[in-house]
């Protein structure tokens, strides 16, 4: 994968230390008078090596069976020079750098020593010829002068026995020329120019020296940072060099090894070699990477004796120019130091081989060979014929390098054989040569772009193989530039027309330096170069597909370069892959280069996967993993088969380049999500044929048949143990699947044909997207086909059709027309299900549990406003919620957005001819029987907003967030949907089934996606859209994000509520109509028929405290805003029981404004006042209303609402003697009777007292009242709960609510049409508001806790108009202390009178019967009426006092 272009010439010129002079001048015994240098960092280096695995009692006859226990001196000639140790101090240093070459030597020489010492402790002090020579020397003549002066200095040193002792002897000599490089012949001319130079030297030694070892030592590197001295080589510089260019990794890699094979094969042959007691052996220095310092003495020492441990021909370690690795030592197999001939040195030209099998061809048969019957338009439907052009991005594996390379060849790897590259190769034919491109040629041969022959990127046969030799993945972006650029000035192709296919595959050399910077070759940065090429092409390249070959397994390198029965060029390997194959197995640093190569790959899949490149129709990009497992390919004899590789171990040989090219071809053919990864090349691989029933190259999307999808996740594991939080719930953790709602999620109809309408009945389990588990993912798009690809074993599932009850339906509970007040009997019968059945393990599965409703409800909203109210669709989900956070462990419920009825009204209405719109009242009359831009329809919009904001305020509310194993996570993708528009503009209702107003298939599976990318987007950034048309890719979790996204794992807060603003109520009623001429009954009075409303009370109905007084003494009386006389501003922003009628008459009269008496109309309400203060106060209101010229006194329908006890109540302790309830309903009764007296055509509200004791003590005084307010309750002034005095106030607090609830059936009151008493109850059961903590909702009270505030009158409206709504013996007996602008109830065509006891029907048999059957029959009903509500009560308060005793509520525990 490194390699330039061309090969160098070599040019050497052997340099003996340019510059040096003789060290000594004649007669000076340099053995007896130098001084042993001090090397301080060889102490700090201990030798671990046995001395008897080198010892021998007996000298050694042979060099060859050298030991280095047998030598008795170390010499040095030549010329070096390093830096002073680490260890060495700044005066030492400084004498270091004024003597430096012979510090240099003897620093080297005496490490060496030292070393011999440890086998042989008599070894004498070492030797360099000091001093300089005082006439400069030729190079040739510096060595043999230093030669002749080592020689003498020995035999004069008396130590010495020069003739029997045994002599280390080293030559250092360094390269002169710029490269070393050139074919193998000139570079042997070179060398052996180069021996003949040093003959001199070598033959005076051989001559003189009897018994020497002589090490050869080529400095090239090590020195090559030095300054040489001109004009001191061995032979004259040339002029000029023809290999004085830029080198690659490759080139150099090759360079070195074939230089030391070059110095190796002339030696071994040599007379050096052939003598027993004197040879010369090549010791080369190669370093990991080019010095940037030169090395120390020791560091240089240490280095050449590990060189001189390994055999001739197997010296392949690379060097640390600052790092000293371990020192290695002689082994009992091999105690010698190594010789050509004891290493049993072979040159690699004379190794045998075997004989080179002939190219592999392959032939291609395929029944469908032919190209579309026109130029197709879409990359997905694209046949291998309809390719006319072909080009492609890489190293040296696509360049080819070595492909035709002979066996042992090295040299030759520097050829690029374009022409047998397996992706883009065009020697020969598919008989000859299988390539890629060759396969191509069968389908159409006129196919242009393939390389042919060899040669670089640069000359005209490669064409568009445009790969480079040690290309790297940051250099893909400038090869897909000139890529580009040769398609569009190639007059052989039509750029805009062709279909062209590009190979890219890169990262072969990434991986092999990414431990030398793991910045610059990080995963992120790969990935980013990739993508960099990538959307260039993508940019400006039409009609195109391009196969991305991810990175091959590299790991297994190493099991090639560690077989030692193998031959191959170690050096070159280790030079070129140095990450791979330098570390010990299961070290650190290899394991990071295993995890490096894993995520190069992922991140290949990753940046292909996420449809960046499937933007245009006419280009999309594949991920080709037949590389990433490809096993290395064995002989028979279970070894590495080398015939599968260039002579170089590293690169291809075109067998191999052949298996690749088919495993590419067949890769192309085989889906996403079905490619091979893994191959054993040892094995033929056939060519495949495109199906004849899909025929196209395989892409992601045309790889999906039918309306299945594809998930590219790769990460599909479980958490390690199973979680016992659902914030760290991983996909594969999920065990259990299950569904809640309609029809939509029962799956009707999804499976119909397009005019089946009478099939819409069946229900397709198996194919709805939350629940759904039919077929697989590849055809069927379901979130538990999703879920199957994590978790295998999942359950739950529903599959093919039925109904709810069978076995088939399993968790799927869904019902069709189901509402929301049924969600509850779906959780029961999930719940039990799920307990009984031995598939789940109730307690330790992980449960998804999906929730859809509220479609069904708006159906049906418009025949009863009331039932189908945001706030009972809230009450009813809660419920549902409720059980299943209560009764389920481990699961996490999504609740998904209802279908807007926009959407529906959008395609049912606009499709006429398509959608039978005769029947839109039976499939879903409210929504799509509406008039557009009606009232009925904006309510129904609004309804629907407000559905949807209770879902948002219930999950958001946090109760589902109590139980670490438990959530409810809202899923907004249904909120906005886009539909599908054809060509010509219509609708495309392929996504609805037969009735156009459910999903299809096709829809259904863009539900599943969308929901399933919700599921792993982090709350606060889901997506709320839909995009009906739109390609939605599966989103895989990451590394960083694995889990199912909760409030908590999205670190998200839920938004605290809005300030609001006011306390109005939204007004959604449709039927506003008054009756069509004045009634005359009460018992037929619409809300439109009251003209005149009026108010008897105390100060909760002069509305004292309503608002925050300014002044510190007395409260104010806002009887504007009084619930059930205040008429300020409108319902919008004030809720008031005149504000709503004044929806249905805007004519309404008598209501007071502002807070003056003379606007306080017919509010007669006065502070303090008591039941006995009633008749006045009705007299004082006939009064005002006969004074009114405004009101019709006989025509006029007028509506009168009574409210008084509390006062009475604060002060019964005052004459606890006296009969109080009675009194106080006797009052009550003079004010009824003088209103029956006095005023024709009237409507009375009598609203029950509320129950003054638990109101106060309900907010465990938390609300301090203030002195004038304890005044004026003095029974409640410092009673305890559990007091005498307390229970008394219960009980007469009771009386007072049973006597007033004896006004239902008064006969008195009966005997008129036009008048009606009707007892509201809601305040019977009076509960305290909680807030959403669970503590007293101060908010509803005013300053002194007594009275309500604002917010308190319009709870208090609604409440009071919602009971004149609700038939008698129906009525709400408690209030909802809960904010929502829209819990109003509405009027309904069926019921659009306000209830009366006669119009409740309560007796509709007997009057149908009879008239006189009502004469007995009223005073029967109220004695068990009052019988039946005394019982209820008395439960009711049981219960309640047993509540109390328990302690305080609680907002889970309260009933709205």
Not at 450 to 474: D, K
């Amino acid at each position: 994968m490194e390699l330039w272009p061309s090969l160098f010439l070599l040019g050497l010129l052997l340099l003996p230390g340019q510059g040096t002079q003789a060290l000594s001048g004649p007669g000076k015994n340099t053995l007896e008078k130098q001084p042993r240098p001090e090397l301080p960092s060889l102490k700090h280096f201990p030798l671990h090596c046995k001395p008897e695995n080198s010892g021998s009692n007996v000298l050694s006859k042979s060099v060859h069976s050298l030991r280095p226990s047998d030598i008795k001196v170390v010499a040095a000639i030549g010329h070096l020079e390093t830096h002073a140790d680490a260890a060495t101090d700044n005066l030492e240093k400084q004498k270091w750098t004024e003597d430096r070459p012979q510090q240099a030597c003897m620093g080297v020489v005496a490490v060496l020593s030292d070393i011999i010492g440890h086998f042989h402790p008599s070894v004498l002090t070492p030797v360099c010829p000091p001093g300089e020579s005082t006439e400069p020397h030729h190079g040739s003549e510096n060595l043999w002068v230093q030669a002749k002066e080592l020689v003498r200095s020995m035999k004069e040193n008396l130590q010495l026995d020069f003739q029997n002792d045994w002599k280390l002897i080293n030559i250092f000599f360094s390269n002169a020329s710029q490269c070393h490089l050139g074919p193998s012949a000139q570079q042997e001319r070179h060398l052996m120019g180069g021996l003949e130079e040093l003959m001199a030297t070598l033959d005076y030694l051989h001559q003189e020296v009897p018994k020497a070892f002589v090490n050869l030592v080529d400095l090239s590197e090590a020195m090559g940072v030095s300054h040489w001295h001109q004009g001191s080589g061995l032979s004259p510089p040339a002029e000029h060099n023809s290999c004085l260019q830029e080198t690659s990794k490759l080139s150099r890699a090759v360079m070195q090894w074939s230089y030391q094979e070059t110095w190796g094969k002339l030696l071994a042959s040599s007379k050096y070699n052939e003598q027993e007691l004197f040879t010369v052996v090549f010791q080369p220095f190669f370093f990991t990477s080019a010095p940037t310092t030169l090395p120390d003495a020791t560091t240089l020492a240490l280095n050449l004796w590990n060189t001189m441990m390994e055999p001739a021909g197997q010296k392949d370690e690379l060097f640390s120019a600052t790092e000293r690795g371990p020192v290695k030592c002689p082994t009992q197999e091999n105690p010698y130091l190594f010789t050509y001939r004891n290493s049993n040195y072979v040159p690699s030209s004379s190794k045998p081989y075997k004989k080179l099998q002939e190219r592999e061809g392959a032939e291609v048969r395929c029944p469908d060979m032919d190209p579309s019957n026109s130029i197709p338009t879409s990359v997905h439907r694209l046949k291998p014929a309809d390719i006319k052009v072909i080009g492609a991005l890489g190293d040296s594996l696509t360049a080819g390098n070595g492909a035709g390379s002979k066996p042992l060849d090295v040299l030759d790897v520097l050829t690029q054989y374009r022409g047998l590259s397996w992706s883009v190769g065009g020697d020969g034919n598919i008989s000859t040569v299988t390539t890629l491109a060759n396969i191509l040629q069968e389908f159409n041969p006129s196919l242009v772009g393939f390389s042919v022959g060899t040669g670089n990127a640069n000359q005209p046969t490669a064409f568009l193989n445009q790969a480079v030799a040690g290309a790297r993945a940051e250099d893909l972006p400038a090869q897909a530039r000139k890529l580009v650029d040769l398609m569009k000035q190639d007059t052989r192709i039509n750029f805009q027309e062709d279909w062209k296919l590009i190979t890219l595959f890169i990262g072969g050399n990434d991986l092999c330096d990414c431990c030398t910077d793991p910045v610059r070759f990080s995963p992120q940065n790969f990935t980013g170069h990739i993508g960099e090429a990538l959307d260039i092409l993508h940019a400006e390249v039409p009609r195109a597909f391009v196969s991305l070959v991810t990175v091959l397994e590299i790991i297994n390198l190493r099991e090639l370069y560690l077989e030692k029965k193998v031959y191959c060029p170690r050096l070159i390997l280790k030079l070129l892959c140095g990450c791979v194959l330098q570390f010990d197995d299961n070290s650190t640093e290899l394991n990071a280069v295993i995890e490096v190569n894993k995520k190069y790959q992922e991140g290949t899949h990753q940046l292909v996967e996420s449809g960046r490149y499937d933007t245009r129709e006419d280009f999309t990009v594949v991920v080709q993993p037949f590389f990433e497992k490809v096993d290395m390919p064995k002989t028979s004899e279970g070894l590495p088969d080398s015939s599968f590789f260039a002579p170089d171990c590293f690169h291809f040989q075109s067998k191999a380049h052949g298996r690749a090219a088919s495993a590419l071809w067949n890769n192309m053919l085989e889906p996403v999500g079905q490619k091979t990864s893994q191959h054993n090349f040892e094995n033929e691989i056939n060519i495949a044929c495109p199906s004849q029933v899909w025929p196209f190259l395989s892409t992601y999307k045309n790889s999906v048949q039918g309306h299945g999808s594809w998930l590219s996740c790769r990460d599909r594991t479980p958490s390690a143990s199973t979680p016992t939080s659902v914030h760290a719930l991983r996909p594969a953790d999920i065990r259990v699947v299950a569904a809640l709602g309609d029809s939509l999620t029962a799956g009707n109809g999804i499976g119909s044909k397009p005019d089946d309408l009478l099939d819409m009945s069946t229900q397709y389990r198996g194919l709805s997207y939350s629940s759904g588990g039919d077929s697989s993912l590849e055809n069927v798009t379901t979130l538990p086909n999703i879920l199957r690809e994590f978790n295998r074993n999942l359950t739950g599932f529903a599959v093919g059709t039925g109904d709810a009850s069978d076995r088939n339906a399993f968790l799927n509970q869904a019902v069709p027309g189901a509402k929301a007040e049924e969600l509850v009997s779906q959780v029961h019968t999930l719940v039990q299900r799920m307990k009984d059945d031995q598939r789940v393990n109730f307690h330790e599965d992980w449960k998804v549990i999906t929730v859809l409703i509220g479609g069904g409800d708006l159906c049906d909203y418009c025949t009863d406003s009331n039932l189908y109210s945001a706030d009972n669709f809230f009450d009813h989900l809660r419920n549902a919620l409720d059980i299943l956070h209560r009764e389920v462990p481990r699961a996490l419920v999504n609740l998904v957005d209802f279908l807007s009825p926009s959407v529906l009204r959008q395609v049912f209405l606009g499709n006429p001819d398509e959608c039978p719109v005769r029947q839109a009242s039976i499939l879903c009359n409210c929504v799509l029987t509406l008039r557009e831009s009606s009232e009925e329809l904006a309510a129904l919009e609004a309804v629907a907003r407000a559905y949807q904001s209770s879902v948002r305020e219930l999950v958001e509310s946090g109760r589902y967030d109590s139980r670490e194993d438990f959530s409810v996570v809202l899923q907004p993708f249904l909120q906005n949907i886009r539909l599908p528009a054809l060509a010509d503009g219509r609708l495309d209702t392929s996504f609805f089934t037969p009735d156009c107003t459910h999903p299809s298939q096709k829809f259904h599976s863009q539900l599943s996606r969308a929901l399933w990318v919700n599921m792993l987007q982090p709350l606060g950034r889901k997506t709320d859209t839909l995009d009906l048309t739109a390609d939605l890719p599966l989103s895989c979790p990451t590394q960083n994000e694995p889990f199912l996204r909760t409030f908590r794992n999205s670190n998200y807060t839920y938004p605290t509520k809005p300030a609001i603003e006011n306390w109005g109520s939204d007004f959604l009623c449709t039927e506003q109509s008054p009756s069509d001429g004045a009634p005359t009954s009460v018992h037929k009075l619409r809300p439109a028929d009251i003209k005149v409303v009026a108010a008897l009370g105390d100060s909760l109905t002069a509305a004292v405290g309503a608002r925050l007084s300014n002044s510190s003494d007395l409260l104010t009386s806002w009887r504007g805003l009084s619930w059930s006389i205040g008429g300020d501003g409108a319902l919008e922003t004030h809720t008031t029981l005149p504000n709503i009628l004044k929806k249905f008459n805007p004519h309404l009269r008598g209501f007071s404004t502002g807070t003056r008496e003379e606007t306080a109309g017919l509010n007669v309400a006065v502070e303090g006042a008591r039941a006995r203060d009633m008749p006045a106060q009705a007299r004082d209101l006939v009064a005002r209303m006969k004074n009114s010229p405004e009101i019709n006194l006989e025509k006029d329908w007028k509506l009168i609402t009574l409210f008084v006890g509390g006062n009475d109540l604060c002060h019964y302790c005052e004459n606890p003697e006296a009969r109080l309830p009675g009194e106080y309903v006797r009052h009550l009764q003079q004010a009824l009777d003088i209103l029956y007296e006095e005023l024709p055509r009237t409507f009375v509200n009598v609203v029950e007292v509320m129950e003054l004791a638990g109101l106060q003590q309900g907010q465990g005084g938390k609300c301090a009242m203030p002195p004038a307010a304890q005044s004026n309750c003095t029974c409640l002034k410092g009673s305890q709960e559990k007091s005498p005095e307390m229970q008394e106030l219960k009980k007469v607090n009771w009386n007072f609510q049973s006597g007033v609830s004896s006004f239902y059936y008064h006969h008195q009151y009966m005997q008129r049409e036009d008048f009606t008493v009707v007892v509201q109850p809601f305040f019977e059961n009076t509960l305290v508001p909680l807030n959403d903590r669970g503590g007293v909702d101060l908010t509803f009270f005013s300053e002194d806790c007594l009275h309500f505030s604002e917010r308190g009158h319009a709870e208090m409206a609604i409440a009071l108009w919602n009971n004149m709504l609700e038939p008698v013996g129906l009525k709400t007996t408690s209030n909802n202390f809960t904010h929502s602008r829209t819990k109003l109830k509405c009027p309904s065509p069926e019921s659009p009178y306000l209830y009366t006891l006669k119009n409740s029907q309560l007796f509709a048999d007997q009057a149908e019967e009879s008239p006189k059957v009502l004469s007995w029959a009223v005073p029967v009903a109220a004695v068990v009426g009052l019988a039946v509500g005394v019982g209820m009560a008395l439960v009711w308060r049981a219960m309640r006092g047993r509540r109390r005793e328990d302690g305080p509520m609680s907002l889970n525990s309260m009933s709205f």
